[in-house]
């Protein structure tokens, strides 16, 4: 029983791959995603007549107090992407930190490894 337990709680920490989309009408930040995945991309693509749009990649080991990973990067070209590689955090988020013009932009994340 023990060892079921010691197995469950390593399976919970345990990077499975992690695919997550959104999409946001204007500046603000996604869902907190659970990650604990090591490495991690987001793809932003954009519609409409964008003439500001920026994003960051955060993350955080408790939920709470987030750190921009990527720096700030543009979107108003799109597909915009990042990658981010050897951060392994339990929890991201993407925070579009401008969009102004556009109708809308969906958010893409993958995190691999561990």
């Keep these: 029983m023990k060892l079921l337990l010691l197995f469950i709680a390593f399976a919970s ?6 695919e997550y ?6 500046a603000g930040v996604t869902a907190t995603i659970m990650s604990n995945c090591a490495n991690h991309t987001v793809q932003i693509n954009t ?5 500001a749009c920026a994003f960051q990649l955060e993350g955080s080991l408790d939920g709470t107090n987030w750190a ?6 543009p979107c ?3 597909p915009a992407m990042v990658h981010v590689d050897g ?3 339990r929890t991201v988020r993407i925070n579009l930190t401008s969009f102004v013009g556009g109708t809308n932009a969906t958010i893409y994340y993958k995190g691999s490894g561990n």
Excluded: D, I
Excluded at 13 to 18: D, E, T, Y
Excluded at 47 to 51: D, F
């Design 13 to 18: 920490l345990v990077c499975a791959q992690q």
């Design 87 to 89: 951060k392994s955090l």
């Design 76 to 78: 108003t070209s799109t």
């Design 21 to 26: 989309s959104q999409v946001l009408t204007t």
């Design 68 to 73: 921009n990973l990527s720096g700030t990067q």
């Design 47 to 51: 519609t409409g007549a964008v003439s």
